[in-house]
């Protein structure tokens, strides 16, 4: 295997970290104890299992997430979500798309995977999980970890460039 | 009959005799007028009465049919009113009032300050009270309001809403007029909800546009 093989290869395997792809810094939405509002067709309450199912709906601070459902929310707010279906991340910076994710609000990250789709402007970046940071706004896009197709991939426009 | 007087003349004997007749026949014709008058009211006497007779019997079958339906007819009132039962899954349910009148058209109990504790022996009772409310025994439903509180302990909601309907063969709690909580979501708010299983699973919908909401306070 080549030394450029052998690089490709990494990177396709890569956990490739972005800091945000503008590399911006500040806090996008809020911090996890900030209230979340939530909303959705229905809601399914049985024993301590908690679920959004349809159009749900979470806003924290700027921060929206969307799925065709829910799941996992507690009282105290410290709960791990999981969302399924058309999952939608969307900051006041990024959006991210993915089949599912797992917000795990006690830790301040989402890890979306899927087909993900990261977004920052015209600059998109697309991979099959994704770890998001809701309370420094960094991100951290992997690639599918055998599969050459399925690399992290992704199309950057430098500022100034139109 | 009287011997003749054979003093007198045959003439006197002869006027005696038909003065004997013409009495007899006077007597005969007031008889006979008493028979002809008894003949016409006789039958009218015996008429009336016998009419009076139907009439009151009559009269008294329709006075006590009346008077039974009016005692039957009449509201059962009952202080402090307590209904136990269980459900199909066995499970115990009670329905208290401090007051409940039976509703003769009906047969419902029209509660006052109803008090329903539901699943009761079990780790988590659901209470519900309401301002007043209808109990149905025959369709075996509870139906309450205004202002409705549920304290569900199966799933620590505190829930408020203008109506609620217990079946209490199944121990399904439903409404449709909206519904504002507490719990384990913070708060929210819904246009129905259903209360399953005693309060193990709950149900909250939103409606159209309106969707089911809340706010959770870390």
Partial sequence: MTKTTMTAALLAIALVAVPTLGGAQSVPGASSRAPIMWGADLLEVEGNTLTLVGNAELLQGQNRLRADRVAGLNQTGDSRLEAAGNVYFVTPEQTIRGDRAVYTTGNDTIVVTGDVILTQGQNVLTGSRLTYNTRTGSARVEGAPTAAGNRVQGVFYPEGND | ?218
């Fill in chain 2, 1 to 218: 009959m009287t011997a003749p007087d054979p003093t007198q003349t045959p003439e006197a004997r002869d006027s005696q005799d038909e003065a004997r007749v013409a009495a007899a026949g006077r007597r005969w014709r007031q008889r006979s007028r008493r028979v002809q008058m008894l003949r016409r009211v006789l039958p009218v006497v015996i008429l009336l009465i016998a009419g009076g007779t139907v009439t009151w019997v009559v009269y008294r079958s329709v006075i006590s049919g009346a008077e039974r339906k009016a005692g039957q007819d009449q509201e059962i009132r009952l202080d402090r009113a307590m209904f136990h039962g269980q459900d199909d899954q066995g499970r115990r349910f009670v329905i208290g009032a401090e007051g409940a009148v039976r509703d003769p058209d009906t047969g419902r109990f029209r509660l006052v300050g109803p008090v329903l504790r539901l699943n009761l022996g079990g780790r988590k009772v659901t209470e519900i009270t309401a301002d007043g409310g209808t109990y149905d025994q025959v369709a075996k439903t509870v139906t309450i309001g205004p202002n409705v509180r549920i304290s569900d302990g199966g799933s620590g909601f505190s829930l408020a809403t203008p109506e609620a309907v217990v079946d209490t063969s199944t121990g399904i709690v439903t409404g449709s007029k909206g519904v504002q909580g507490t719990g384990p979501l913070g708060t929210l708010s819904a246009s129905s909800y259903v209360i399953r299983d005693q309060g193990e699973r709950i149900e909250f919908r939103g409606s159209g546009d309106n969707k089911v909401r809340g706010t959770i306070n870390p």
